[in-house]
């Protein structure tokens, strides 16, 4: 059974950090792309990032580019994604999903989520 766990999200102030983790099991992780998405309370499924299944290529939203880095190890079956200068925007429940460049990542597997809250 394909299984994708994220934590590390909570309650950060704007301008704070928080270091996401997602760990999978069920299949074989470094054959998979990897992707990050983010629900906002109202809106649709964003896409945030994308890491190739060596790591070597990434990338990123405009709205969080600079601010976020994605990362993987693959000895360890677990995505991760580093989030930095923080904003009130940036609110939203986080899922980590097995799929990369090609694809509709909407329909991705993805886990249960985690939710970050950027608040004062």
């Known amino acids: 059974e394909v299984q994708l766990v994220e934590s590390g999200g909570g309650l950060v102030q704007p301008g704070g950090s928080l270091r996401l983790s997602c760990v999978t099991s069920?299949?074989?992780?470094?054959?998979?792309?990897m992707t990050w998405v983010r629900q906002a309370p109202g809106k649709g499924l964003e896409r945030v990032s994308i890491?190739?299944?060596?790591?070597?290529?990434?990338n990123y939203a405009d709205s969080v580019k600079g601010r976020f880095t994605i990362s993987r190890d693959n000895t360890k079956n677990t995505l991760f994604l580093q989030m930095d200068s923080l904003k009130t925007e940036d609110t939203a429940v986080y899922y980590c999903a097995r799929g990369g460049f090609y694809g509709d990542y909407r329909t991705f597997t993805r886990g249960q989520g985690t939710q970050v809250t950027v608040s004062s």
């Open positions: 890491i190739s299944r060596d790591g070597a290529t990434t």
């Open positions: 069920g299949f074989t992780f470094s054959w998979y792309d």
